[in-house]
């Protein structure tokens, strides 16, 4: 979670955030649809929650979430670059 200054009902903006994240089944790169990796889907014991974004396991990430795998590559969504091919 960033450190950014926050509205007094983040809670409930970032429960609906949580929300949303779960209807953004996939991602496409250059046209070509990936489907999502959701939390604790190949990595095990994990806490119940992811410990950036909140959602629990098998639920999807918020989007940008630092924990986050790329569904190309594996490595962190942020940071491997396909990110910013997809739409
Ligand atoms: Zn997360
Ligand atoms: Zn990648």
Same mark, same amino acid.
């Given at each position: 979670m960033s450190t950014e200054r926050l509205p007094e009902n983040w809670r409930e903006v970032w429960a609906q955030r949580q929300r949303l994240a779960q209807l953004i089944k996939q991602v496409s790169y250059f046209n070509v649809p990936f489907m999502r990796k959701a939390y604790g889907t190949h990595e095990h014991?994990?806490?119940?929650?992811?410990?950036?974004?909140?959602?629990?396991?098998g639920e999807l990430h918020v989007i940008? #979430? /630092?924990n986050e795998r790329c569904p190309? #590559? /594996?490595?962190q969504f942020i940071v491997c670059g396909h990110r910013e091919a997809t739409a």
């Open positions: 014991d994990l806490p119940e929650q992811c410990n950036d974004c909140g959602v629990q396991l940008g #979430c /630092a190309i #590559c /594996a490595r």
